[in-house]
């Protein structure tokens, strides 16, 4: 697990200019570096050694060193993919995963990424083509950036290193603001900075003579749901593939723990790999009971006979952290569970390397709570013909506030415009409240739509499913997993989200993945058999925090009502506006995710545009410098 960067050579860039970009992702790698460089191409490489600690150095070269490969991730089918190319003749010298990918792309291109499995981002430079070659793990485990602006090309496993080059512009995509405000992060190739795109879960670059293009060369659809399954043949598969998965996901030569929590996917994942050998389990959590899991965690880490590390934060811990966080999210991300992932995976560094997770299974198997509004909204729409929903929600939409008004002003509206996760934090006319300027707010809904429309053959249950693995998976959940894990030198796996478990969830219909009782009912199922019933059937909490109480603590709200007006607030929002969102919350109307996302988006905006604003976030960034 590393980092890496590089880019395309050009005039009058300072030969320390790599090692600059390398050191500013040190925390990624922090057990080795090293370098390449030649008239057009430079790339640095900083390690964090799991497989063959003592050999394995990257920048790493092909036999005629040719090709130049830096790599950050696993591949759990190397082995494999290293016989058939030792079939081929070619000669390994490490027991690493890396190799694979050099010779297997000399063997095959592109094809090779057909048959890896595992989390990766990796570049490959040929010094004959004199092309650059990037490409990104099936669902967007591991980060990978671009800048391209026409004239600079950079890349890098986290934004930040490209502060370091000269010929970087450093330039807020302010016409993604209002997509922010709604979605908490963005569900596209753009970021927050303009000229700064993500190469895309499934998708490879190569960049050659100055243009750049992307290719697809994986897509998760649902073109094959088998509608034959039943909820038991279908537990029976997911024992079989998640046994096998976490067995792939354990492979290292320094230990391995686990998150735990005390919901059904981390306690799965740990009671499997403990099936494997001792594992030792890490669960996140507060002095307050109320918010805590760690009685749960710790009664089945028990039961499996397992040692469990419980860590404890509290409300300095969170608000303190809030703009280092910022700065190792490279983007404004607000999910408010982040911050116990940064304590739970620093504690967890202390002990091990590697820990594994539960990341993926709600996605997969239909594990979120918001699938079952799927059930009222068929039927509705079902049997109450289009034009009769509009009037009776052109109708609710002019009436007081009653029981039942949103649900008849929701069921005229395409899922597309619907989907809680779209709006999710500020509706278009929330955001054209808090805005400085409106005339900048969009229509969130049209800006995804297209994902809708990949799947709108099919039922809305597994269109919210498809959307949240384009989109909430790997622009939340995972991206908050790798960076407030690789910040703490910490490698996470994720077993659940799997090339090879995700191949048997496109096969799955709604029966077996939902019921209007249950979610993910066929995981359960299977965890059922394996575990203690009242941790398969437990519901599901995400990470419960006292941040919307926190919110009114005098100590923490001056904080927030102080950035509400700083220069970086009044620059970007209404600040009486805020103020009202404040007032709201203290009078029991809970505005947390509006709070927070507004709080986060200006810390954010503090750290990497301090020129902008007379705060002194900077100094409150620990270990860094922008």
């Given at each position: 697990?590393?980092?890496?960067?590089?880019?395309?050579?050009?005039?009058d860039?300072?030969?320390n200019?790599?090692?600059?970009?390398?050191?500013?992702?040190?925390h990624?790698?922090?057990?080795d570096?090293?370098?390449?460089?030649n008239?057009?191409?430079?790339?640095?490489?900083r390690?964090?050694?799991i497989?063959?600690l003592?050999?394995?150095?990257?920048?790493?070269?092909?036999a005629?060193?040719?090709?130049?490969?830096?790599?950050?991730?696993?591949?759990?089918?190397?082995?494999?993919?290293?016989?058939?190319?030792?079939?081929?003749?070619y000669?390994?010298?490490?027991d690493v995963?890396?190799?694979?990918?050099?010779?297997?792309?000399?063997?095959?291109?592109?094809?090779?990424?057909?048959?890896l499995?595992?989390?990766?981002?990796?570049?490959?430079?040929?010094?004959?083509?004199?092309?650059?070659?990037?490409?990104?793990?099936?669902?967007?485990?591991?980060?990978?950036?671009y800048?391209?602006?026409?004239?600079?090309?950079?890349?890098?496993?986290?934004?930040?290193?490209?502060l370091?080059?000269?010929?970087?512009?450093?330039?807020?995509?302010?016409?993604?603001?209002?997509?922010?405000l709604?979605?908490?992060?963005?569900?596209?190739?753009?970021?927050?900075?303009?000229?700064?795109?993500k190469?895309?879960?499934?998708?490879?670059?190569?960049h050659?003579?100055?243009?750049?293009?992307t290719?697809?060369?994986f897509?998760?659809?649902?073109?094959?749901?088998?509608?034959?399954q039943?909820?038991?043949?279908?537990?029976?598969?997911?024992g079989k593939?998640?046994?096998d998965?976490?067995?792939?996901?354990?492979?290292?030569?320094?230990?391995?723990?686990?998150?735990?929590?005390?919901?059904?996917?981390?306690?799965y994942?740990?009671?499997?790999?403990?099936?494997?050998?001792?594992i030792?389990?890490?669960?996140?959590?507060f002095?307050?009971?109320?918010?805590?899991?760690?009685?749960?965690?710790t009664?089945?880490?028990?039961?499996?006979?397992?040692?469990?590390?419980?860590?404890?934060?509290?409300?300095?811990?969170?608000?303190?952290?809030?703009?280092?966080m910022m700065?190792y999210?490279?983007?404004p991300?607000?999910?408010?569970a982040?911050?116990?992932?940064?304590?739970?995976?620093?504690?967890?560094?202390?002990?091990?390397?590697?820990a594994?997770?539960?990341?993926?299974a709600?996605?997969?198997f239909?594990?979120?709570?918001?699938?079952?509004?799927?059930?009222?909204?068929?039927?509705?729409?079902?049997?109450?013909?289009?034009?009769?929903?509009?009037?009776?929600?052109?109708?609710?939409?002019?009436l007081p506030r009653?029981?039942?008004?949103r649900?008849l002003?929701?069921?005229?509206?395409?899922?597309?415009?619907?989907?809680?996760?779209?709006?999710?934090?500020?509706?278009?006319?929330?955001?054209n409240?808090?805005l400085?300027?409106?005339?900048?707010?969009?229509?969130s809904g049209?800006y995804?739509k297209?994902?809708?429309?990949?799947?709108?053959?099919?039922?809305?249950m597994t269109?919210?499913?498809?959307?949240?693995?384009?989109?909430?998976?790997?622009?939340?959940i995972?991206?908050?997993?790798?960076?407030?894990?690789?910040c703490?030198?910490?490698?996470?796996?994720?077993?659940?989200?799997?090339?090879?478990?995700?191949k048997?969830?496109?096969?799955?219909?709604?029966k077996?993945r939902i019921?209007?009782?249950?979610?993910?009912?066929s995981?359960?199922?299977?965890a059922?058999?394996?575990m203690?019933?009242?941790?398969?059937?437990?519901?599901?909490?995400?990470?419960?925090?006292?941040?919307?109480?926190?919110?009114?603590?005098?100590?923490?709200?001056?904080?927030?009502?102080?950035?509400f007006?700083?220069?970086?607030g009044?620059k970007?929002?209404?600040?009486?506006?805020?103020?009202?969102?404040?007032?709201?919350?203290?009078?029991?109307?809970?505005?947390?995710?509006?709070?927070?996302?507004?709080?986060?988006?200006?810390?954010?905006?503090q750290v990497?545009?301090?020129?902008?604003?007379?705060?002194?976030?900077?100094s409150?960034?620990?270990?860094?410098?922008?």
């Open positions: 697990m590393c980092g890496f960067v590089g880019y395309v050579n050009q005039k860039v300072p030969e200019t790599i090692n600059d970009m390398a050191d500013r992702i040190k990624r790698g922090p057990d570096e090293a370098y390449f460089a008239d057009d191409v430079s790339m640095g490489f390690r964090l050694s497989i063959d003592a050999h394995g150095a990257q920048p790493m070269y092909n005629d060193q040719t090709k130049v490969l830096t790599f950050n991730g696993e591949i759990y089918n190397y082995k494999e993919i290293r016989e058939e190319l030792r079939d081929l003749g000669v390994f010298k490490t995963d890396s190799e694979v990918l050099i010779y297997g792309y000399e063997e095959w291109g592109p094809a090779l990424l057909d048959k499995r595992g989390m990766f981002a990796f570049v490959i430079y040929d010094q004959k083509k004199n092309e650059v070659f990037g490409a990104r793990d099936h669902f967007g485990i591991k980060p990978l950036y800048y391209d602006d026409g004239d600079t090309f950079l890349w890098g496993s986290e934004i930040k290193a490209f370091e080059h000269p010929s970087f512009k450093k330039q807020l995509n302010l016409r993604l603001l209002p997509i922010h709604s979605f908490e992060f963005i569900p596209s190739r753009e970021t927050m900075f303009k000229n700064v795109y190469l895309l879960p499934g998708q490879y670059f190569l050659k003579d100055g243009k750049t293009e290719h697809r060369y897509k998760f659809n649902y073109d094959h749901i088998d509608n034959s039943t909820v038991e043949g279908d537990a029976d598969k997911i593939l998640i046994d998965s976490v067995k792939a996901h354990m492979i290292a030569d320094v230990e391995v723990g686990s998150f735990l929590s005390s919901g059904i996917d981390s306690s994942v740990l009671n499997e790999a403990a099936k494997l050998k001792p030792q389990s890490f669960s996140i959590g002095h307050h009971s109320k918010y805590s899991e760690l009685a749960w965690s009664e089945f880490a028990k039961t499996i006979n397992q040692k469990n590390t419980p860590i404890y934060m509290d409300g300095d811990d969170y608000f303190n952290f809030l703009p280092t700065y999210m490279d983007e991300l607000s999910n408010p982040a911050i116990q992932l940064y304590y739970l995976s620093r504690e967890t560094s202390k002990h091990v390397k590697v594994l997770s539960g990341e993926g709600d996605e997969f239909g594990g979120y709570n918001t699938y079952l509004e799927a059930i009222p909204f068929d039927r509705y729409q079902k049997y109450v013909p289009k034009p009769v929903r509009k009037g009776l929600a052109a109708v609710a939409k002019r009653f029981h039942g008004k649900f002003v929701r069921g005229a509206q395409p899922l597309s415009e619907r989907y809680y996760r779209v709006n999710y934090v500020f509706n278009y006319e929330d955001r409240k808090v400085k300027d409106p005339s900048i707010n969009v229509d049209a995804t297209h994902i809708f429309d990949d799947v709108a053959d099919k039922d809305e269109q919210m499913e498809y959307f949240d693995i384009n989109t909430w998976l790997p622009y939340d995972l991206h908050k997993a790798d960076r407030m894990s690789m703490n030198s910490l490698e996470v796996r994720v077993p659940f989200v799997d090339k090879e478990v995700a048997f969830a496109e096969t799955m219909p709604v077996t019921t209007p009782d249950e979610t993910k009912i995981l359960r199922t299977s059922e058999r394996e203690p019933k009242k941790t398969a059937l437990k519901e599901k909490l995400g990470f419960p925090s006292p941040i919307a109480s926190w919110i009114n603590d005098p100590k923490y709200h001056d904080r927030i009502v102080h950035a007006h700083s220069d970086t009044q970007f929002f209404n600040t009486d506006q805020l103020d009202r969102l404040l007032k709201q919350h203290a009078e029991g109307k809970s505005n947390m995710q509006k709070i927070f996302t507004i709080y986060t988006f200006i810390l954010w905006y990497y545009f301090p020129e902008d604003t007379t705060e002194n976030t900077v409150l960034v620990h270990r860094t410098q922008i």
